[in-house]
């Protein structure tokens, strides 16, 4: 059909660029919660740009969805600033809701436009639903299980501190884990976090525990080998 033409030809790279923001968006949203509305464009083909939506029920758009007057718009308006990394802007929706929106370019091979990520909030969406998802305890979506502590540090040597001294305080308190095993489980726990993955870091745990990192790195091939 001629309509469906393509708009402009994308790489196989390109393709895949476009492809790894599908997660992005959806997880963007699952963060941002209700009265957002996120549309995924691949410029491919503007009869049916959208190539993923986060809500797009409040605009009524699905999959496979074309382009809007308004994104070819922004697009123009991209092309001719192209330092610009995003435009925002007051919009309103079809039932005349005000819509705060913003329109951000995704590029490919030469640095030219192959998508758009548009974001829409609805300024209707009751402040108690938007409060809901900041606290737990009263939120439908968010369970005791994701919530979590993050540790801001200087540099990873404090990070690895912070986190040690946190865990070992849990583990000497729980009355749980014998005293022999006490250091056993400090390690096991740094391993499930990741905190291995530091450089180093088996050098500053022993040494802030210590003991050996002979005895850490038994640990560590221990925990391996049951993941096998």
Not at 120 to 149: H, I, M, R, W
Not at 194 to 215: E, P
């Amino acid at each position: 059909m001629p309509n469906d033409k393509s708009y402009i030809k994308l790489t196989k790279t390109e393709q895949l660029i476009l492809n790894s923001y599908k997660k992005m968006i959806v997880s963007l949203g699952e963060y941002l919660g209700e009265g957002y509305e996120i549309i995924l464009h691949s410029l491919e083909n503007l009869q049916h740009s959208v190539i993923e939506n986060v809500n797009g029920h409040y605009s009524g758009r699905k999959n496979g969805a074309p382009i809007t007057d308004l994104a070819l718009s922004m697009l123009s308006q991209l092309k001719e600033e192209p330092s610009q990394p995003a435009v925002c802007y007051m919009n309103h929706s079809k039932k005349g809701v005000p819509l705060r929106s913003c329109t951000i370019p995704i590029t490919g091979e030469k640095e030219r436009i192959i998508g758009l990520i548009c974001i829409n909030f609805y300024t209707d969406v009751p402040l108690s639903s938007l409060l809901a998802k900041f606290y737990p305890e009263t939120s439908a979506g968010l369970s005791s299980n994701n919530t979590a502590t993050e540790n801001f540090a200087d540099n990873t040597d404090e990070l690895i501190e912070n986190v040690l001294y946190k865990i070992q305080h849990q583990v000497l308190n729980d009355f749980s884990v014998s005293p022999q095993n006490k250091n056993k489980e400090i390690i096991i726990q740094l391993y499930q976090r990741g905190i291995f993955n530091i450089k180093d870091a088996v050098l500053k745990v022993a040494s802030l525990l210590g003991i050996s990192k002979n005895t850490v790195y038994l640990h560590i091939r221990n925990l391996k080998e049951q993941e096998n």
